[in-house]
T-cell receptor
Framework: GNSVTQMEGPVTLSEEAFLTINCTYT??????LFWYVQYPGEGLQLLLKATKADDKGSNKGFEATYRKETTSFHLEKGSVQVSDSAVYFCALRVSGAGSYQLTFGKGTKLSVIP | DVKVTQSSRYLVKRTGEKVFLECVQD?????MFWYRQDPGLGLRLIYFSYDVKMKEKGDIPEGYSVSREKKERFSLILESASTNQTSMYLC??????????????FGEGSRLTVL
């Protein structure tokens, strides 16, 4: 089956620190990969995505590269801000008939302190 | 802006009560989903619907049912609420034709407490 493994949190960083949140996956087919973010008191929203190997998704200073050889999609940001404090979810979807579901990781909570 | 609206942000119910959670989307999306979110467990799919009156079980359907009578509305029903159904419930929708992107649009969530 399909699964996503994220690094466990919580992660606490000082403002302007470098962020990496690890994500690895197993998939029965050829997945599209996503990072979703959930700010306090809100639902999830798409942060970035990549649909094929070596694609790099980017948004709001965050980046993640689809690495097929290591089955990974690690999230990075060079300089975090307090406003980046949120829960981050890695997810995948395998295309094909009946592929309605996204498979989510358990989430990583990030706290950025001034 | 796309919008997924969940009817209640916070609910408190008693064990054995019937609970309805409503979700409405204004994007004319074919697919709609109900997830529950629990600390340390992430998001788990309860049910989804790929079209009006169509539904499929997700990973944890036990104790839940759903209704999709109109395209824009997807309801989650707890026939007899139990304390282990205390959770955050998230509704989402997606355009069916977007096979590769698969972006889900989420509501803000409904936090249910069962006493």
């Amino acid at each position: 089956g399909n699964s996503v493994t994220q690094m466990e949190g919580p992660v606490t960083l000082s403002e302007e620190a470098f962020l990496t949140i690890n994500c690895t996956y197993t998939a029965t087919g050829y997945p599209s990969l996503f990072w979703y973010v959930q700010y306090p008191g809100e639902g999830l929203q798409l942060l970035l995505k990549a649909t094929k190997a070596d694609d790099k998704g980017s948004n709001k200073g965050f980046e993640a590269t689809y690495r097929k050889e290591t089955t990974s999609f690690h999230l990075e940001k060079g300089s975090v801000q307090v406003s980046d404090s949120a829960v981050y979810f890695c997810a995948l979807r395998v295309s094909g008939a009946g592929s309605y579901q996204l498979t989510f990781g358990k989430g990583t909570k990030l706290s950025v302190i001034p | 802006d796309v919008k997924v609206t969940q009817s209640s942000r916070y609910l408190v119910k008693r064990t054995g009560e019937k609970v309805f959670l409503e979700c409405v989307q204004d994007m004319d999306h074919e697919n709609m989903f109900w997830y529950r979110q629990d600390p340390g467990l992430g998001l788990r799919l309860i049910y989804f619907s790929y079209d009006v009156k169509m539904k499929e079980k997700g990973d944890i359907p036990e104790g839940y049912s759903v209704s999709r009578e109109k395209k824009e509305r997807f309801s989650l029903i707890l026939e007899s609420a139990s304390t282990n159904q205390t959770s955050m419930y998230l509704c989402a929708s997606r355009e069916d034709s977007d096979a590769s992107t698969g972006e889900l649009f989420f509501g803000e969530g409904s936090r249910l407490t069962v006493l």
